[in-house]
């Protein structure tokens, strides 16, 4: 299997300066994802989740440790990488998909979603029927597709918010709870979508509340709880 | 973890902007303290700290208003060579007047206050060598229509606008010859909130349509935040912490910025 | 030899009234003015029997060119016979013993204020302008050391938005005298406050034009055969005042810059503004066998 991510004693905590103490977020992890892999991240509250995540998307900058990712230029220590390297792969190979969408004024819901596509040399027209395509296959009604989703609801704005971040194909996804506040059709629809990607090869990380969404989907079980990390689970541990 | 300003990297895009150790010293005072910056091509570069720490001083630097004691400037562009501090004044006004964009907080720096709003549109195109009315007219207005400026005060003096709109007349200036470089001087500070909130959504639109490369300094970390791709720290002349912007707010690791996230979120 | 011989006798006051430094100090800046056309040169100004505003730049140059063989010409907003042409024109005849005439075609030095004569003027003829301000700049920029670096930078961009204001606010260009114009491609200069009409007659003229202001202390030129372009956007053409078909009522010609005179019933009449052109033209149809120069303007049209 192409080898897309090689994680190697990944540490993370935060240094509060003014408690003057530290807080230990998970520390030596190590896991490797393959092209068209899905890990499901697993822990009790406070496992570091989501913080896990975050690292590896590097907005939370690593302690310690190796986060090799084969990047179309080539191996990069993403805990080591510049910011504008991490900004590049940021927009051509590495999404990230949280619970809430980042609305901007006076952009409709269809140019949100088409924008990724846009920015990676797909004509406007086009970029524009794929985006529709998207928002129709996650249940936005067609009156919306025109409006600025920061009036929406908090569904509504999570659908767009889905729409975007799966539209383009990207090598590995990251996914923090996406199926939150979703209604049971667009959970279909997502969880179809994911299938799709999976099918292409992109590899996921993603935390779930109710894994049983995504039971489907699932090869591998990393369990973040302090005394079983580094322990690969596989697909049949019992969710 | 530390990440130096040249850390190995594998994309190729070179630098547009690059200051490199510059230290300024005003009498005993030291206002800048071997500061670097780099902004890549159509990225948002946000410079925070409280009044002081040397982001305004580095800034005019940037805009060649100010010459450092020591460092370099360079500009990736065409026909633009070497070190920018090293230019004479005729050289570095007209790169200015055509290359670099500047808004600054107090828009009797950047406004002829009494003159119309397109004419000091006009202005930087004639600087340029424009000398077709209509076409002035027309790429005055399109800058303006640009900045989201109303259109039926297109000839109304800046002094009979609000501070919201001479802001808008101030970056429709700015970006009327295509600028390689926008500099965003507390852009906003001083205004209502509202109308902050308004500045702030046509610049966030202006960024994403044109990708134009920004450099904003501000002390409000919340416009940093609503703009900046990356952010730099600066604290006393120096800078304290620099990273990707989620990174410096969600995670930062100098205790001055712990400190300035706490205090603002 | 006695130190007598070696001295000139006596004299109540030099030659042309200024004295010898005075003179060579507006020569050297003269020379200076012609070589970079259109750059306005200082120099000191000195005191003249005259209030500073009334002419004392040109009466400076004036009585610095003169010498004895040298006729002189002295207008005042075209006329020959105002009370202010015809005092200057007496003090220089006086100070410097040279004969006078209003007759532009005889004449070898013409001081003028705000026109330039009708008649095309020749290689061997000086003008010279009394300017009141001399700094195109001021309007646009009140500090004059930031005015110098702008020429120095040919940052001529205030200029032109001065223009487009008043193209936005008025629908045409209102700048009706001393209208800024680049000389030589390079110096922007204002050409004294004459007429619109009167700036085409500056441009690649035969003679050399020599302006002076005497309250701001600047000289400046236009050598012979220099391009004088009026400032004016691509698609909105120079135009001149709209005298080219209006008649003169006492002389009866037609195509020049006239005067207006109102009239009781709210009317007006028009009299040519050239008062020698005007006379001699009165003179030439009452019979009398008057030269007439070949005019700039042919036709009421300035021929390209």
Redesign the interface.
């Known amino acids: 299997m192409t080898p897309i991510l090689d994680i190697e004693g990944l540490s993370k905590g935060?240094?509060?300066?003014?408690l003057g103490n530290q807080i230990e977020a998970f520390d030596n992890i190590s896991f490797k994802v393959g092209a068209g892999e899905f890990v499901l991240l697993k822990g009790a509250n406070g496992a570091g989740k989501s913080t896990l995540l975050?690292t590896l998307y590097?907005?939370?900058?690593?302690?310690?440790g190796v986060i090799r990712f084969y990047?179309d230029?080539?191996p990069?220590d993403l805990?080591?990488?510049?910011?504008?390297?991490?900004?590049?792969?940021r927009r051509t190979e590495i999404g990230f998909v949280t619970q809430f969408l980042q609305t901007?004024?006076?952009?409709s819901a269809e140019a949100i979603v088409s924008?990724p596509l846009r920015l990676h040399g797909v004509p406007a027209d086009e970029a524009l029927t794929r985006a529709r395509v998207a928002l129709s296959t996650f249940g936005v009604k067609q009156d919306l597709w025109k409006a600025y989703p920061t009036t929406f609801s908090g569904g509504e704005q999570q659908k767009v918010n889905l729409a975007r971040a799966l539209i383009l194909p990207q090598k590995l996804l990251l996914l923090d709870e996406p199926t939150a506040s979703l209604d049971a059709n667009a959970r279909a629809a997502l969880v179809s979508r994911l299938e799709e990607l999976k099918e292409a090869g992109t590899a996921m990380i993603g935390v779930f509340h109710h894994p049983g969404d995504v039971e489907k989907l699932i090869d591998r079980v990393v369990d973040l709880t302090p005394d079983l990390i580094n322990s690969e689970d596989r697909t049949d541990v019992d969710l | 973890?530390t990440?130096t300003l040249d850390?190995?990297?594998?994309?190729t895009?070179h630098?547009l902007l690059q200051v490199r150790n510059v230290s300024k010293s005003y009498g005993s005072v030291k206002a800048l303290r071997d500061v670097s910056a780099?902004a890549?091509p159509g990225?948002v570069l946000g410079i925070v700290g409280e009044s002081g720490s040397g982001k305004s001083t580095l800034l005019r630097m940037m805009n060649l208003e100010e010459t450092p004691d020591t460092g370099s400037y360079t500009l990736d562009l065409p026909d633009v060579e070497g070190n920018l501090f090293d230019l004479d004044?005729?050289a570095r006004?007209m790169l200015c007047?055509t290359r670099i964009g500047i808004v600054y907080q107090n828009p009797h720096l950047g406004l002829?206050m009494k003159?119309?709003s397109?004419?000091n549109v006009?202005?930087?195109l004639?600087?340029a060598g424009e000398?077709?009315?209509?076409?002035?007219r027309t790429k005055a207005t399109a800058a303006l229509d640009a900045s989201e400026f109303p259109l039926d005060r297109l000839?109304a003096p800046p002094i009979e606008l609000s501070g919201g709109m001479q802001q808008r007349v101030q970056l429709a200036k700015a970006i009327a010859l295509e600028p390689a470089l926008l500099l965003l001087d507390e852009p906003t500070t001083g205004l209502d909130v509202s109308v902050q909130a308004l500045v702030l959504?046509t610049l966030?639109?202006l960024q994403?349509e044109r990708r134009i490369t920004m450099v904003i300094v501000s002390h409000d970390l919340g416009v940093i935040r609503t703009l900046a791709?990356?952010v730099m720290v600066m604290r006393g002349g120096t800078v304290v912490e620099?990273?990707?912007a989620?990174?410096i707010f969600?995670?930062p690791?100098?205790?001055y910025t712990?400190?300035l996230v706490?205090a603002k979120l | 030899m006695t130190l007598q011989a070696l001295t000139k006798p006596w004299e109540p006051m030099s030659y042309g009234f200024l004295d010898g430094s005075a003179k060579r100090e507006i020569r050297r800046k003269m020379i200076k003015a012609i070589a970079v056309p259109g750059c306005q040169m200082p120099y000191a100004s000195r005191e003249v029997p005259m209030a500073r505003g009334w002419g004392t730049g040109g009466l400076q140059v004036s009585l610095t060119l003169v010498n004895p063989a040298m006729r002189v010409k002295v207008i005042d907003q075209g006329a020959d016979d105002s009370v202010n042409a015809a005092s200057i024109r007496r003090f220089i005849a006086r100070v410097a013993g040279t004969p006078t005439t209003m007759n532009t075609l005889e004449a070898d030095l013409i001081q003028s204020r705000h026109r330039i004569p009708e008649e095309v003027l020749r290689e061997d003829q000086v003008l010279v302008l009394q300017v009141p301000n001399p700094e195109p700049l001021r309007p646009v920029q009140p500090n004059m050391s930031i005015a110098r670096?702008m020429h120095?930078?040919a940052?001529y961009?205030?200029m032109?938005?001065q223009l487009?204001?008043q193209?936005?606010?008025s629908g045409r260009v209102m700048q009706g005298a001393s209208y800024p114009s680049l000389v030589h491609g390079r110096h922007v200069m204002t050409p004294s406050p004459i007429p619109r009409w009167d700036v085409p007659k500056l441009h690649m003229a035969k003679h050399l034009t020599i302006l002076s202001a005497g309250r701001e202390k600047r000289i400046f030129a236009v050598p012979p055969f220099t391009r004088v372009e009026p400032l004016v956007?691509?698609?909105?053409p120079y135009k001149v005042e709209d005298h080219a078909e209006l008649t003169c009522h006492r002389s009866g010609t037609r195509g020049y810059l006239m005067n207006e005179i109102p009239q009781d019933d709210g009317s007006s009449l028009f009299e040519v503004s050239d008062s020698e052109w005007g006379v001699k033209a009165i003179r030439r149809r009452d019979g009398e066998d008057v030269a007439l120069g070949e005019t700039w303007y042919k036709n009421g049209k300035m021929p390209s």
């Not at chain 1, 901007?104 to 952009?107: D, G, L």
């Not at chain 2, 000398?131 to 002035?136: H, N, V």
Request: hydrophobic share 35%; proline share 4%.
């Open positions: 935060f240094t509060l300066h003014h975050r590097r907005s939370y900058l690593p302690r310690g990047s230029h080539g990069i805990a080591r990488a510049a910011d504008i390297d991490i900004a590049h792969l901007r004024p006076r952009v924008e | 973890m990440l850390a190995p990297r594998i994309v895009t630098p780099l890549y990225e004044r005729f006004r007047a002829l003159h119309s397109s004419g006009a202005e930087r004639l600087v000398r077709s009315f209509a076409t002035l000839d959504d966030k639109r994403q791709d990356r620099a990273g990707l989620d990174q969600q995670d690791q100098h205790a712990q400190q706490h | 670096q120095a930078d940052d961009g205030r032109w938005l487009y204001e193209i936005v606010r956007f691509s698609d909105v």
